[in-house]
């Protein structure tokens, strides 16, 4: 652990420290007019940087164009000391604008305070990284951060020591960028943290992590969150030493700035030249106006503490020095200190007037809408009183004048007026709008995106050979890595064993370490290297070995990846491809189908279910060509079964939300996925026996679902359908009827009740008895089928049990 000593003369000229005084001033301004915008109404919550504003300073200083940020919610400061955050920028976040050009960072979608830039053009392409100052996008979860940072800081390793990527210069300029990340101290103590710590030292990669201490989580005290209560004593067995490699560990108070203008220095050369990571703490911090909106600092801080963060408060310790070293009067720190309250007042106030003639436009339109309506309608002075109140209300909202006309269309009900029609027709705009400032981007909507990329089905000739199903795999990686060095696999036993399940087998021997790569069993930090690197251009691969691991990474995968483009309104992604297996197995840990847990939580992220190993290969294949990011679930009991290996298989493409028929029938439709293909097939194939004809459809993708609504086609000619998945009752089955019969309207075909085959409420049972007594199975099928057709036609279909 190192305190950098400081120099009587600091190596930072005069005017650019008096500027440095002028934005923070300016920061802690906007903080504390922040707050009283949300008192007055004016915004729903606040949270703020105040107290955390010199350290940001310092580190924005060694911020270098390609460098990323993957910060939290405290860095209002750096982001302005960078030139990516405006004043009236911070406050249209605040008030929800959802104008892309007021609020670039999500387009009112984020709380404010969240903070990104934009590395994708309106194209959804990839903008040059290396010209520009980034920062990822942040989320409120704490910690977070961290596993995005890892991979942000593993891309520019991959770039530094992979010589094929040498020519990505839009990306990388020989893997020189550091990766910046920013915690709490109480957010510390989460997993995330520790694993990414972990990770970082195990990987060696150049992210300097700073932690703003103010010895408080909330209202809670240092001394519950920390052992110890000082996050760097017990990270002192990371700090490197001549024969071990670690961490450089800085500690630095927040108040002083030559120190932390020497920290970060010192930081920043050790992480960018020699690929060391480094820890910043930054301790002694303060905040002024407590965590947040939401509460009062004062109900757990005493009298002294507050005493002591007003004395230490680090713009005060700031302009002490600059007095004391007789760099400014003090008549000029004061007029600094009245322009930056004159700025942050100035933004302020247009921020405001932007974001509320973005509304009143809207509600100008409703109001002459309703007027002309309230003329016409017999319930016109019940309309006009709708229209007055929306006229009188104090900070209008889009939905308050939404709601002003729906409830006068209430009224208006079954009148022929044209003023009537004119409102729908209002209604019908602003509803394409909100749709669009709302609910756009959750998947990529660039020309890259999967749903575009076109089938190229296997190609078969007398010479394809038939093999295990791994094999398939390990040939379609093969051509893979060839083709594009971008690629790489990161994953618990991919390298030397080529995978538990061999379908890397080989593959590290022959593309080399750097490809693929063997990681310690840290799932959400897999995810987050994968996340940040392909942020960063890359095309990573990474495993996560059973489907039931994906419970260690859901936070990750839910709150992180799943959310990128929507959350920034496209203006950053991260393909990255998450493969996994699942299914027909035996036991309670390995043998999962959680599809609804998947699908509740990871709405952004496209799920595909194949049968079989070629059409994962082609899964894989559009994944690669396209920007979206995806979970791909390889049926656990199918790398040792038979597949012809297709002479095409670098070109194979398997498309998304396109369901595949694969047996025709015409008593019954039933739809399925992944292993239950096999056995739904095999009891397909027994009821034929006894006169009943199935039609089985492979519905492949969950996520996207059959966007074509080619399985109420199937249903039209059945007018029966049973649903046969391996997750709980109520879920993927209840899914895949909602669509089916609500979305595409299959309701109306049917001459029997729906049904649904699932696994039992519990998770599978050890055995090849557990695993029958627990999944669907082939009689389970034929008892649910045989059942529905004898309810139908009993002569016909005799029962068989009573």
């Known amino acids: 652990m190192s305190v950098v000593k400081t120099k009587k003369e600091i190596s930072v000229p005069v005017a650019e420290i008096l500027d440095d005084y002028l934005l923070v001033c300016e920061s802690r301004e906007a903080s504390l007019m922040g707050r009283k915008e949300v008192f007055m109404g004016k915004a729903k ?40 955050l405006t004043i009236q920028q911070f406050f249209a976040q605040l008030y929800a604008h959802t104008d ?72 990388s300029i020989d893997g020189n960028e550091v990766a910046w990340g920013t915690i709490g101290n109480a957010s510390t103590s989460e997993g995330h943290f520790f694993e990414t710590i972990n990770a970082g030292g195990v990987l060696q990669v150049p992210m300097v992590i700073s932690i703003w201490d103010d010895e408080y989580g909330i209202s809670v005290p240092a001394e519950y969150h920390t052992t110890k209560s000082d996050i760097s004593k017990v990270l002192a067995g990371f700090q490197r030493n001549n024969s071990e490699k670690g961490y450089e560990i800085i500690v630095v108070n927040g108040w002083d700035y030559e120190k932390l203008v020497q920290a970060y220095r010192h930081a920043g050369r050790i992480a960018r030249d020699e690929h060391v990571p480094v820890l910043v703490h930054v301790k002694e911090m303060t905040q002024p106006q407590g965590h947040s909106t939401s509460g009062s600092q004062e109900r757990y801080k005493s009298r002294e503490r507050l005493d002591w963060e007003e004395e230490f408060d680090c713009i005060k310790k700031f302009r002490q020095w600059i007095l004391e070293n007789e760099m400014a009067t003090l008549e000029h720190l004061e007029r600094l200190e009245e322009n930056a309250r004159e700025k942050a007042k100035a933004d302020k106030n247009e921020a405001w007037k932007a974001y509320v003639a973005s509304i009143k436009e809207d509600l100008k339109g409703a109001a002459n809408l309703l007027a002309n309506a309230a003329g016409v309608s017999k319930n016109g002075a019940k309309i006009s009183t709708i229209n007055k109140a929306l006229e009188k209300t104090l900070n209008p909202l889009k939905m308050d004048v939404v709601k002003a006309v729906k409830r006068s269309l209430y009224l ?49 000739n007398d010479a394809s050979v038939i093999v295990d199903g791994r094999e398939v795999l390990q040939a379609f990686f093969d051509h893979a890595f060839s083709k594009d060095p971008r690629i790489f696999a990161i994953g618990e036993d991919v390298g030397q064993i080529g995978d538990v399940n061999q379908g890397f087998a080989g593959l590290q021997a022959k593309h080399g370490e750097i490809r693929v790569t063997d990681t310690g069993i840290r799932e959400s930090t897999i995810i987050g290297q994968g996340i940040g690197a392909a942020m960063r251009g890359l095309k990573p691969i990474a495993e996560v070995q059973y489907l039931d691991y994906l419970i260690f990474t859901l936070q990750t995968l839910s709150d992180d990846l799943a959310t990128l483009q929507y959350r920034t309104k496209g203006g950053q992604k991260a393909p990255v491809i998450i493969r996994t297996r699942g299914h027909r197995l035996e036991g ?56 012809r290996l297709p002479e095409n298989i670098d070109d194979i493409r398997t498309p998304l939300g396109v369901p595949e028929v694969i047996r025709e029938g015409s008593d019954v439709t039933i739809v399925t996925y992944g292993s239950m293909c096999r056995i739904v097939m095999e009891a397909a194939d027994l009821l034929e026996e006894y006169g009943v004809s199935c039609e089985v459809i492979d519905v492949q993708s969950l996520m996207p679902f059959d966007l074509h609504h080619s399985i109420v086609e199937s249903l039209k000619k059945t007018n029966r359908i049973i649903f046969a998945d391996e997750d709980v009752p109520g879920g993927a089955s ?52 045989y059942e529905l057709m004898a309810e139908a036609d009993p002569e016909k279909y005799p029962e068989i049990f009573n």
């Open 412 to 460: 208006m009900r079954g009148e022929k007026y044209e003023e009537r029609q004119h409102l729908i027709n209002w209604l019908k705009i602003k509803n394409a709008e909100h749709l669009e400032q709302y609910s756009s981007h959750l998947y990529s909507e660039s020309e890259q995106r999967a749903v575009n990329v076109k089938e190229v089905a296997p190609v078969y």
């Open 45 to 84: 919550f606040g949270i703020f940087g105040d107290g955390k504003e010199l350290a940001q300073v310092a580190m924005a200083k060694v911020f270098k164009n390609g460098d990323f940020r993957s910060g939290y919610y405290r860095d209002q400061t750096f982001m302005m000391a960078i030139g990516q």
């Open 100 to 171: 892309l050009s007021a609020d670039p960072s999500s387009g009112g979608r984020l709380m404010n305070s969240h903070f990104s830039t934009r590395y994708l053009n309106e194209k959804g392409e990839w903008k040059t990284q290396t010209d520009m100052k980034n920062s990822s996008s942040d989320i409120s979860c704490t910690a977070g951060q961290m596993p995005r940072l890892l991979g942000l800081a593993y891309a520019s390793k991959l770039y530094r020591n992979n010589p094929a990527l040498k020519h990505f210069e839009d990306f």
């Open 734 to 785: 209840a899914y895949m009827m909602q669509k089916v019969l609500e979305e595409q309207g299959g309701y109306k075909y049917l001459d029997s009740q729906p049904g649904t085959i699932t696994s039992a409420e519990h998770r599978p049972a050890y055995s090849s008895d557990g695993d029958y007594f627990s999944k669907p199975n082939v009689e389970n099928v034929f008892d649910k089928v």
């Open 588 to 643: 309670v840990w390995h043998s999962g189908s959680p599809m609804s847990m998947i699908m509740g939580s990871l709405r952004g992220i496209y799920l595909l279910v194949p049968r079989n190993m070629t059409k994962a290969a082609g899964f894989y294949n559009t994944l690669l060509a396209s920007d979206d990011t995806a979970i791909v679930i390889e049926c656990l009991n199918g790398y040792r079964l038979k597949e």
